[in-house]
């Protein structure tokens, strides 16, 4: 009956202690696969992540070149409105010189003008008296 004991004694201790085995190895090859997943998951978290930043960083490029196609587009704005301003005053002076020319010349016509009549009243009255000289 000792016998009988010590044998189911030991075959326990064989079956805790290959079960222990079992136990641990299944335990390890489950760490194993956790690793492995919690690999894959940083992994396929981290190509997600520069995706992301990626997609962040074309709208940040989409949103600059907007900015200076706008800021561009109000630039030429300004400037086609000065340049609107500046031709306006030229031909204002444009205008003014035309003006000022006519009126140059009308004095110069007026001028020549009433020279030659004071000239030929002068002429007029000197042979006027040259006559009543004469006489």
Same mark, same amino acid.
Do not use: P, Y
């Given at each position: 009956?000792?016998?009988?004991?010590?044998?189911?004694?030991?075959?326990?201790?064989?079956?805790?202690?290959?079960?222990?085995?079992?136990?641990?190895?299944?335990?390890?090859?489950?760490?194993?696969?956790?690793?492995?997943?919690?690999?894959?998951?940083?992994?396929?978290?981290?190509?997600?992540?520069?995706?992301?930043?990626?997609?962040?960083? =074309?709208?940040? %490029? @989409? &949103?600059?070149? !907007?900015?200076?196609?706008?800021?561009?587009?109000?630039?030429?704005? +300004?400037?086609? /409105? =000065?340049?609107? %301003? @500046? &031709?306006?005053? !030229?031909?204002?002076?444009?205008?003014?010189?035309?003006?000022?020319? +006519?009126?140059? /010349?009308?004095?110069?016509?007026?001028?020549?003008?009433?020279?030659?009549?004071?000239?030929?009243?002068?002429?007029?009255? +000197?042979?006027?008296?040259?006559?009543?000289?004469?006489?």
């Amino acid at each position: 009956m000792e016998t009988q004991l010590f044998t189911t004694l030991f075959q326990l201790i064989i079956a805790v202690v290959f079960g222990g085995c079992v136990g641990w190895l299944i335990k390890r090859r489950g760490f194993s696969k956790m690793v492995l997943q919690t690999t894959d998951d940083s992994n396929r978290l981290l190509e997600e992540t520069r995706k992301t930043a990626e997609n962040i960083k =074309k709208i940040a %490029e @989409i &949103d600059a070149k !907007e900015a200076i196609i706008k800021r561009q587009n109000e630039f030429d704005v +300004k400037v086609k /409105e =000065k340049q609107k %301003e @500046i &031709d306006k005053a !030229e031909q204002r002076l444009l205008d003014r010189e035309k003006t000022l020319d +006519k009126k140059i /010349e009308r004095c110069r016509t007026k001028g020549i003008s009433q020279l030659e009549k004071k000239s030929l009243i002068l002429m007029m009255l +000197k042979i006027c008296t040259r006559k009543k000289m004469r006489k």
